[in-house]
């Protein structure tokens, strides 16, 4: 199976920061690799998919990038309403597998 | 509406079995896999295994954490997938999303781009 590292686990910030979320795969992954974000008590929601496409909807302060096995997220000018966990998946091979999550706090 | 909504969670005895549904509507779901992932309380998401389209031949994939005991099916003629437990255990307690993915090359790379709100499951005697 593919393992999938994040960094870092959480992170305290304040609006209108710049957040960046690191994640590392096993193997490479190509641009098999996608990002959600997720509020307590609510489903993931699909932010960013081959590694740096927008999903419709999403605001652009979000971005991606990355190949191979070296992912990141950025938040930039982070809203009130960015404070959520954050995870990585790949979708490279079965099982898909996702990373532990980064939780994105209030400082 | 684009949309995903899981029922049947509830409270079963470890060893006791339970189906859940998940039911689609608003997109092509007979082209779509249907992946379930689960949650415990306060834990990250794990992936739990996907059935495919009947284009390639409804292949079920599984976690090795519920091989065996987990079965995956879908009924395309009522847009509805479902998730058999059997022989469950306390660490099956969570809750439990199915979401789509592609089942062929689209350039969205497999993402899950549909969730469910989620049902929870609670393995306890």
């Known amino acids: 199976d593919i393992q999938m590292t994040q960094s870092p686990s959480s992170l305290s910030a304040s609006v209108g920061d710049t957040v960046t979320i690191t994640c590392r795969a096993s193997?490479?992954?190509?641009?098999?690799l996608h990002w959600y974000q997720q509020k307590p008590g609510k489903a993931p929601k699909l932010l960013i998919y081959a590694a740096s496409s927008l999903q419709s909807g999403v605001p652009s302060r979000f971005s991606g990038s990355g190949s191979e096995t070296d992912f990141t997220l950025t938040i930039g000018s982070l809203q009130p309403e960015d404070f959520a966990t954050y995870y990585c998946q790949q979708s490279y091979s079965t099982p898909q597998t996702f990373g532990q999550g980064t939780k994105v706090e209030i400082k | 509406e684009v949309q995903l909504v899981e029922s049947g969670g509830n409270l079963v005895q470890p060893g006791g079995s339970l189906k859940l549904s998940c039911a689609a509507s608003g997109f092509t779901f007979s082209g779509s896999a249907i992946h379930w992932v689960r949650q415990a309380s306060g834990r990250g998401l794990e992936w739990v295994g996907r059935?495919?389209?009947?284009?390639?031949?409804?292949?079920?994939a599984y976690a090795a954490s519920v091989t065996g005991r987990f079965t995956i099916s879908r009924d395309d003629s009522n847009s509805t997938a479902y998730l058999q437990m059997t022989s469950v255990k306390t660490e099956d307690t969570a809750v439990y999303y199915c979401?789509?993915?592609?089942?062929?090359?689209?350039?969205?790379?497999?993402?899950?781009?549909?969730w469910g709100q989620g049902t929870m499951v609670t393995v306890s005697s």
């Open positions: 193997q490479n992954i190509r641009s098999y």
């Open positions: 979401t789509r993915g592609d089942d062929f090359w689209t350039g969205y790379y497999f993402a899950f781009d549909i």
């Open positions: 059935v495919r389209s009947r284009a390639n031949s409804y292949a079920t």
